[in-house]
């Protein structure tokens, strides 16, 4: 098979193709044929050496869909379709980033659709990311206002048109004034040029924040807890800024009183697969229109992910095998 490898910390041309040997399941693995795969800024950072638990060489991908191949355990049907994410995936075993993929079962969805495979790649992580930021950290309501900082990622736009279709009122930002059609286009009602400094335009508009989906990070974090009302809350789950911690944490001084303050990692938690067979029937349904930049091929994972750093925002980029 053909596989996208990484054998030592470094820029996009660091992820050698080559072939390799398919790989055999276990008892509690199946063998999965590789359709399609969306592209993570996670992906950047353990291709960059930040993850520090990843040992080359190691194939890179968090997520895929695609169909069984093998399943010792007869639990799968052969040509069934699938959906896997985290778990490890791509960081302590090989993931996604070539033609075949050996996975846990723990990880796995089956699902029914007759959607292209290049929509179907955009969808596992960026739904469980959405779906448990918006509903299980945040536990959003009809008739709260939900800022969303990083409003041009993939994640910050689905977040958007999945916020506005629960009837919540949305304010996305970006840093970059030609985006703001792209974002009310997608679900914000309106659009804040962040500067770093969102706390002081929030004051000044008179604005009323509830719930904050952080996809920044680290860097503008603070700035978001201080741009939500008394018992707001605030969840950290991207991180755009490629900054994992924050130096000398105090949590006294650095989150106001009786702000909420919390995260979510679909590494730990897990939607039920029932949910994203309904995300998917709402988007065959025309109710969800997911937004996918690009397309690559896996021979072009080197420009793939040279275009993931460029930061153009404005959607999923997907490699469609």
């Known amino acids: 098979m053909k596989a996208a490898v990484l054998y030592r910390a470094g820029g996009p041309e660091n992820l050698i193709i080559e072939n390799r040997e398919k790989p055999i399941p276990s008892e509690d693995e199946v ?10 800024r996670s992906e950047i950072m353990t291709r960059k050496g930040y993850s520090e638990s990843v040992h080359f060489p190691r194939i890179l991908g968090i997520e895929c869909v695609g169909e069984i191949v093998e399943d010792p355990s007869d639990e799968f049907q052969t040509g069934q379709k699938i959906a896997a994410f985290m778990g490890g995936m791509g960081r302590d075993f090989d ?21 292209p495979w290049e929509i179907l790649g955009a969808l596992p992580e960026m739904f469980q990311t959405v779906y448990g930021s918006l509903h299980l950290a945040l536990k959003i309501k009809k008739g709260e206002t939900i800022l969303i900082r990083g409003g041009t990622s993939s994640i910050g736009i689905l977040a958007a048109e999945l916020a506005k279709s629960e009837g919540l009122k949305v304010i996305s930002t970006t840093r970059d004034i030609n985006k703001i059609n792209l974002l009310i286009e997608n679900g914000a009602d309106e659009v804040l040029i962040d500067n770093g400094n969102l706390s002081k335009q929030i004051s000044n508009q008179n604005l009323k924040i509830d719930k904050i989906l952080e996809l920044v990070g680290t860097f503008t974090l603070k700035d978001s807890l201080a741009s939500v009302v008394q018992g707001g809350i605030v969840c950290m789950t991207g991180m755009l800024s490629e900054q994992w911690s924050i130096k000398d944490f105090a949590p006294m001084d650095y989150i106001p009183a009786t702000t909420f303050l919390t995260v979510y990692d679909s590494g730990q938690m897990r939607v039920e697969g029932k949910y994203f067979q309904d995300f998917i029937n709402e988007i065959e349904n025309g109710n969800i229109h997911p937004k996918i930049k690009k ?6 994972i080197v420009e793939a992910h040279t275009f993931m750093e460029s930061n153009s925002g404005g959607g999923k980029i997907v490699v469609v095998l």
């Not at 063998?31 to 993570?40: H, Q, R, S, T, Y």
């Not at 993931?95 to 959607?115: H, M, N, Q, R």
């Not at 397309?295 to 072009?300: G, S």
């Open 295 to 300: 397309v690559f091929k896996l021979e072009e």
């Open 31 to 40: 063998l999965v044929k590789v359709k399609a795969f969306g592209l993570n």
């Open 95 to 115: 993931g996604s980033y070539a033609e075949f993929a050996v996975i846990p079962k723990s990880i796995i969805s089956s699902f029914e659709s007759d959607l």
